[in-house]
């Protein structure tokens, strides 16, 4: 990219310049674009590099826009950025944030707030719960860059109506027969796609897990009624084989194999048309199955928001390449080149949107919209390993008798929140 090339042509400069005193001019100073390093997660499609490169030249020499990549795993993605930003690493100028990573990162000091006229520009037209993602105790510490969704995914030639809610969905693939397409896939691996699912559950049933950053919710019923949808589903003849260890790509290819139901992000569409376009040509999308008949379901929430370190030296000028990079525009080129959800509504409306989701970009939409964001609290990584230590395996639920994995919720959940989780 011609912006690195140009940010490393200048720190090599300024080692040059150093024995004559001139270092303290380099990074901008003496006119020349200041290097502005970026810590992301890689998207295959290659559309960071291409936004990158696109508000570097929009900047008119302002700025140069250095990438550095992070691993496509979330957990090693925020350990290498929590051991960076503890160790107050002023190389890092913006970041790429989980959205249940903000409340964490803001907590901690890591992040600036954005000043009030900034923070209404970045947030025109976002969606309501993605800006949730962005918050922290009334302030916006994250800039949505992109959003993203499951969807209720399943074969229109085994099933002629989509299924509402999950017990619904388990008899329907118990009738089908594991012959025949009845088998179900979704995220059910110790990880945390594991507290995606658990969290959609419980906000589906009517409940939240925390109603505030250190106030553990959980109300009994509606809690226990989405653990028995859990357990049903997990210990289903229509559970996969490899339920307990499975993930969005395990799932996937399960669903490309033959299963007639799936819950997954939208990637999943584009993987299928690409590796069993059989399937891909009779898949349908539907909203992710609620829990109560009649309840509208509350579908997981994931996506990227945008901050600036705290310790940037640079911050300024970070604010203005955030600003750049969450413009419609560039989540428009994030959308066709990774089949990213754009976390402003009105895009949606685009031709751009409408050709990476065919047919269903108005139930993205929707989807997002209503979605049930995960807790927003500076523990939030002790709550999950939480959710996950009291909930995994799903099978060890008795959806005839939840009580006893609720009350093993509860307390898990509750000690999570009175850690300080920060490392």
């Known amino acids: 990219m011609r912006g690195r090339r140009r940010a490393r042509l200048a720190v090599l400069t300024c080692a040059v310049m150093i024995g004559v005193g001139a270092l303290a001019g380099c990074g901008g100073d003496d006119g020349g674009p200041v290097s502005l390093k970026w810590f992301i ?3 295959p499609g290659g559309s960071i590099q291409k936004v990158a490169e696109d508000c570097s030249k929009a900047s008119g020499g302002k700025y140069d826009i250095d990438l550095e990549l992070l691993p496509t795993d979330a957990s090693q993605q925020r350990e290498q950025l929590v051991r ?17 990573w ?3 990162f803001a907590n901690a000091g890591w992040i600036r707030k954005w000043a009030p006229a900034d923070r209404k520009e970045v947030s025109r037209g976002v969606f309501k719960p993605v800006l949730e993602t962005a918050s922290y105790e009334g302030d916006l510490y ?10 209720l995914w399943y074969r229109k030639d085994l099933v002629p109506k989509p299924p509402k809610t999950w017990d619904e969905m388990v008899r329907m693939a118990e009738k089908l027969g594991p012959d025949n397409g009845g088998q179900i896939q979704l995220q ?28 553990v919710d959980l109300t009994q019923g509606p809690t226990e009624k989405a653990l028995a949808s859990m357990g049903l589903m997990a210990n289903s003849p229509a559970a996969a084989p490899n339920l307990t260890t499975s993930d969005e790509d ?23 048309r690409e590796n069993a376009p059989d399937v891909a040509k009779n898949m ?4 992710y199955p609620g829990i109560v008949p009649g309840r509208e379901s509350k579908p997981p929430l994931g996506g990227f928001n945008l901050g600036v370190s705290t310790y940037s030296k640079h911050a300024d000028l970070a604010f203005d390449a955030a600003k750049c990079l969450t413009e419609p525009r560039q989540q428009l080129t994030v959308t066709e080149l990774d089949g990213l959800a754009p976390a402003r509504s009105g895009l949606y409306d685009t031709k751009a949107v409408k050709k990476a989701f065919p047919g269903f970009a108005n139930l993205v939409r929707e989807s997002i919209e209503t979605a049930g964001p995960r807790p927003v609290t500076p523990a939030y990584q002790d709550v999950s390993l939480g959710i996950q230590d009291a909930l995994h395996p799903p099978t060890k639920i008795d959806p005839d008798d939840p009580g006893p994995a609720y009350d093993e919720l509860k307390d898990k959940v509750q000690q999570g929140v009175d850690r300080e989780g920060l490392l």
């Open 142 to 151: 994250g800039a949505p860059f992109n959003s993203n969704t499951q969807l």
């Open 102 to 104: 903000t409340a964490e």
């Open 250 to 272: 395990t799932s996937r290819l399960g669903f490309e194999a033959g299963a007639a139901f799936m819950v997954n992000y939208t990637f999943a569409y584009g993987s299928a």
């Open 41 to 43: 997660a890689i998207q």
């Open 84 to 100: 960076r930003l503890g160790a107050e690493d002023s190389s890092i100028d913006l970041i790429g944030m989980d959205v249940v």
């Open 284 to 287: 349908g999308a539907a909203r």
């Open 188 to 215: 059910s691996n110790k990880y945390e796609g594991f507290t995606v699912w658990a969290n959609a559950m419980i906000e589906s049933a009517g409940t939240q897990i925390l109603s505030g950053p250190e106030t």
